[in-house]
């Protein structure tokens, strides 16, 4: 039985378990398996909440969330297309999300989070989806209502009726033994 952060997953009691990080969706079949539990989706919940405000929605995340089109293909499951930052946005969507995982002051990225929000709702998004948890922990103030937080759009399906698993898979040199031996950083 594989043991991350002193739990032996197979173990758990039947609970909701969400990855808290856009990017990782990309293994959410292995993390599902590995856990013993469906994931709670945060792609598909912010894409959900999304469609919510209209049929073109744009998406602010990393290159590697934009390029494998993890929001493209949610939005499209909801009827909505996907309205993608342009290569120099993407350039500084990712210096963003860099800055905030080496310790920089989020607000320090929240002018140019807005721009590109600005940017999207002016190509004819209706919303804008902060796909990288690290533009969540940015926030964009002066856009609240246009932007969708998937953090805040998956906490209504954890909250229903099953416990939600906590537990780091990541972290210390003890978690990081019983995993394997892999580290992995925040990614958003």
Partial sequence: MRRCAGHTFGDLPDCRVVIACNTAHLLEGEIAALVGHPVVSLIEAAAGAAAAHGSRIGIAASPT????????????????????????????LEKCIRGVIAGSAPVKFQPNLEEIVAALLDRGATAVILGCTELSVIGTPHYRAE?????????PLLLDSAPVCTGSVSGG????????????GPAG
């Avoid at 949610?74 to 946005?89: M, S």
């Fill in 173 to 184: 040199a003890a978690e990081t033994e019983e995993c394997g031996g892999q580290q992995s």
């Fill in 65 to 92: 969330t934009i390029r494998t089109g993890l929001y493209r293909d949610a939005l499209r499951r909801y009827g909505a297309a996907c309205v993608e930052p342009t290569r120099r946005e993407c350039g500084v």
């Fill in 147 to 155: 932007t969708v937080d998937p953090l805040d759009a998956v906490i």
